[in-house]
């Protein structure tokens, strides 16, 4: 079993800039791929960036140029720099992460951390 902690989510104003970290403990052997969702009220979850075990990344087309995702593997943790954030990018934003135990793929959702934007 996985757990993800998100963690450096809060109020911020247009234009400015946050991170978020997500760590994950418990039974890990190699996590795979990891990335970061939002759920905005109303709205369906969708995927922000994902970064593969070997550094590959990828973004949401509404956010790139402005976040960068990057992982510490050696300390299973993933992180999201937020800049230029927008109104639109209130949320909560998810941690998600992979495993693939025996060719069995396992999916692990963290408890999410808000981000608000402020006008």
């Not at 991170?19 to 052997?29: E, K």
């Amino acid at each position: 079993q996985v757990q993800l902690v998100e963690s450096g989510g809060g109020l911020v104003q247009a234009g400015g800039s946050l991170s978020v970290s997500c760590a994950a403990s418990g039974s890990i052997l190699k996590l795979n791929a990891m990335a970061w969702y939002r759920q905005a009220p109303g709205k369906q979850r969708e995927l922000v960036a994902g970064i593969t075990d070997g550094g590959k990344t990828n973004y949401a087309d509404s956010v790139k140029g402005r976040f960068t995702i990057s992982r510490d593997n050696a300390k299973n943790t993933v992180y999201l720099q937020m800049n230029n954030l927008k109104l639109e990018d209130t949320a909560v934003y998810y941690c998600h992460a992979q495993t693939n135990v025996l060719g069995s793929v396992f999916n692990y959702w963290g408890q999410g951390t808000q981000v608000t934007v402020s006008s």
